[in-house]
């Protein structure tokens, strides 16, 4: 039997037959109908789209999927999206394949002023502070639809479950924060934590550009999801016609898109920012978490990791658990996760993950089956390509902090440099001529024609390996395998000609020259850990400061947290820039309050030195898990 009959009613069968056979309608027309039935109603399930009413009498729109015939009362799995759920019958059949068979509710949501769902849109919408009981947000939301649920869904246990990827698992976990008593676990994954310091539209104070104008643009240039309409295949080529960001508004947006109005008036690490971060302010975790992560994540990795740290520290039931795989923004969610580009990882770790841990997970905490066989942290250690567990993450014993120090001849090692010499290397940035972040053409986020977006993070890095405008430094192979796990951090001492800088650190594994069994990956750079610091951030995220001129100054930031193996024979490689384009705004390199209002004028050429002499040792800090490990 195919696909398409097996989700459609025998009845809805029988019809499209006799459309096609009896010239009520062409053969093209039935099977379009045919699909519309699959896409709206599958057979195993009754389905049921109601307007929930919420306790200010703004009412959201949610389709509910009952398994038919039951043989038990089952709990409810609920997801609240702003992306639209017409498709929610083909992600139970797709991206929920796995549970929906394992039986459960189904239930998916509108946000509020998204599609269906009534009120008005408030992206990422923040929660109510403690004690607050008349203000609303995605947490009393949540508990208005799980209290109208428990009451009028048939068949329901009386639990609940939340999931879901990227702005589904902020929804997840901004239900958990004041929790209805029938929300019984969530699994978020890839949720953002802060806007500003590390998840879609800032990190460290650079404004993530292509992201956050298309994101932006798509959310709130109409009540359904709207793309913005290039006239550049290579949108590299748009964003630096478009000159300074001041002509978004002025010639394209016109102060109508209210996110970027944001961000516009919110530059810095302001309390407009500090109030969307997420933050706990109950004396303790009060439902079972299951923290979500991809290390080649493009939108949301430090979300994850941010929200499992937070929660960590109000865990006194041992409620907080965080899996980490190999995966892009939402990888484990769909396909096998074998591979992501040109990576392989010898297994199905997305499978793995939906089969063996979020199954379990959920048939524990609202079925009362089973009991997941979970460690603090469960985390793929790409390279050598197998799961590892932990007691604690980051690690806390069996981990040597060790410093990969910049040398002179581009050379990269674990020897500090020696010497009164002032060494360094420099280069020209230019902002007319920023370093692309990905091969060029780079097509829109959300081209129709599918974009790389989703797997940039491990394109080969040899495309500006050589570049003027981009500094090097390489180890020896190594003699030993290396595994990292743990926080990857950078401290550069380096000085500017002009008045404020970016700084874009890599760490990553070089492939031998010669891969005999998988001759493409020869000489192949992966990236492992990366990102970028705005330098008028260097004194406090809150004030932006200009820089001194010729002033050799430290920039210590964090390239987050990494489970990785270097392999014998690989080599280790440092790559600094100042420009990572459009991924990142440009930076004038001349010091203006508001980026935002930069006049082209602003815009200049500077040069940069990277330091890396005995008084001014430039290096890369990195977790080496100690033989016994």
């Keep these: 039997m195919t696909d398409l009959a097996r989700l459609m009613p025998h009845t809805c069968i029988a019809f499209a037959l006799a459309a096609t056979l009896g010239g009520i309608a062409s053969p093209a027309a039935a099977q379009e109908a045919a699909l519309e039935t699959a896409r709206t109603r599958p057979a195993q399930w009754t389905v049921s789209d109601v307007m929930i009413p919420m306790r200010d009498g703004v009412k959201l729109r949610t389709k509910i999927f009952v398994p038919a015939n039951p043989k038990a009362a089952l709990p409810i799995l609920f997801l609240r999206t702003p992306y639209g759920i017409d498709d929610s019958a083909q992600a139970i059949e797709s991206r929920y394949k796995e549970l929906a068979e394992d039986g459960y509710i189904f239930a998916f949501q509108d946000i509020r002023g998204k599609f269906g769902s009534e009120g008005d849109f408030v992206m990422l919408r923040p929660a109510r502070k403690a004690g607050d009981t008349r203000s609303l947000d995605e947490g009393t939301d949540a508990w208005d639809s799980i209290a109208w649920m428990l009451k009028n869904v048939p068949a329901n246990n ?10 589904l698992g902020w929804t997840s976990v901004m239900a958990s924060l004041e929790p209805h008593p029938a929300l019984k676990a969530i699994a978020p994954m890839a949720s953002p934590a802060d806007m500003w310091l590390g998840d879609d539209f800032y990190h460290n104070g650079a404004f993530r550009l292509s992201y956050g104008f298309e994101y932006a643009y798509m959310m709130e240039a109409g009540k359904g999801n709207a793309q913005f309409a290039f006239d550049r295949y290579d949108t590299y080529t748009w964003y630096l016609g478009l000159g300074s960001l001041a002509n978004v508004n002025r010639d394209i947006f016109r102060n109508r898109i209210a996110t970027w109005n944001d961000f516009t008036a919110h530059p810095d690490y302001d309390a407009f920012w500090q109030r969307r971060a997420f933050a706990i302010d109950t004396a303790e975790l009060k439902v079972p978490t299951l923290n979500v992560a991809g290390w080649w994540d493009q939108e949301d990795f430090y979300g994850p990791m941010k929200i499992y740290e937070t929660l960590e520290q109000r865990d006194k039931r041992g409620l907080n658990y965080l899996v980490v795989g190999p995966w892009k923004h939402g990888g484990a969610r769909v396909g096998p996760g074998d591979a992501l580009g040109a990576i392989g990882f010898d297994s199905a770790t997305a499978k ?30 790409a390279g050598s390509n197998r799961w590892r567990r932990w007691d604690t993450w980051p690690p806390k014993t069996g981990v040597e902090q060790r410093k990969l120090y910049f040398g002179a001849g581009r050379s990269l090692s674990f020897s500090a440099p020696k010497g009164d010499g002032e060494g360094f290397d420099s280069y020209v940035s230019d902002p007319a001529h920023p370093v692309p972040y990905r091969h060029r053409p780079i097509q829109a986020t959300y081209f129709p024609g599918g974009s790389a977006w989703s797997t940039w993070l491990v394109e080969d890095q040899r ?6 405008d981009v500094l090097t ?39 031998p020259e010669h891969v005999s069994g998988n001759w493409p990956m020869s000489g192949y750079q992966l990236m492992v850990s990366s990102e970028v610091f705005r330098g008028r951030y260097r004194q406090g995220f809150e004030q932006p400061a200009a820089i001194q001129a010729g002033a050799v100054l430290p920039y210590p930031f964090s390239l987050h947290t990494q489970n990785y193996t270097f392999r014998k024979g690989h080599r280790l490689m440092v790559q600094v820039q100042s420009s990572w384009f459009p991924l990142i705004d440009r930076n004038p390199q001349t010091f203006v309050p508001n980026i935002f209002s930069a006049k082209d004028s602003d815009f200049r050429p500077a040069t940069h030195r990277i330091y890396r002499s005995a008084r001014y040792p430039s290096h890369v800090t990195i977790p080496v898990v100690t033989p016994m490990q």
């Design 352 to 381: 793995y993950y939906r089969e063996r841990i979020e199954i379990p997970w959920f048939a524990y905490h609202l079925k009362g089956q089973g009991k997941p066989d979970l460690p603090e942290a469960l985390t793929f250690e």
């Design 473 to 511: 430094w390489e180890s020896a192979p190594l003699e030993a395998d290396l595994t990292i796990a743990g926080k990857v951090t950078a401290k550069l001492f380096a000085s500017t000609t002009g008045s404020d800088a970016d700084w874009i650190v890599k760490l990553i594994d070089v492939y």
């Design 158 to 167: 009386g639990r609940v479950g939340m999931l879901g990827n990227s702005y």
């Design 463 to 468: 495309f500006v390996d050589g570049r003027p």
